[in-house]
């Protein structure tokens, strides 16, 4: 069993960085898909962004291209997402989540593992 903990969210002004932490234990994620996504109040569960077992091929969502970055350290088992300036409209709970498969997808349904959520609040 995977177990998926998420750290680096807090409250931050318009513009801000952040850093989230993805840290898996129970098992290797060296050979699967590892996907981030997010939930604001009254909204559905949104992918924001995805990366392959290698770490070579990487996805997101269009408005976070650009500013939201996804890496991993396979010998740490943890992968990140860096993300510059936020906006108001990036607030939401973030989630982690990992597939017992090496294809990355964006429907939150075919992930197998998921985190408790980190929570992302930028004020305007």
């Known amino acids: 069993q995977v177990q998926l903990v998420e750290s680096g969210g807090g409250l931050v002004q318009t513009g801000d960085s952040l850093r989230l932490s993805c840290e898996a234990s129970g098992q290797t994620l060296s050979t699967s898909a590892m996907g981030w996504f997010r939930q604001a109040p009254g909204k559905e569960r949104v992918f924001v962004s995805g990366?392959?077992?290698?770490?070579?091929?990487?996805y997101y969502l269009a408005s976070a291209k650009g500013r939201f970055t996804i890496s991993r350290d396979n010998v740490k088992n943890t992968v990140y997402l860096q993300m510059t300036n936020l906006k108001p409209e990036d607030t939401a709970t973030y989630y982690c989540a990992a597939r017992n498969s090496v294809a990355v997808v964006s429907a939150a349904r075919l992930y197998n593992y998921w985190g408790q959520g980190t929570q992302v609040t930028v004020s305007s």
């Open positions: 990366i392959s077992p290698n770490g070579e091929s990487t």
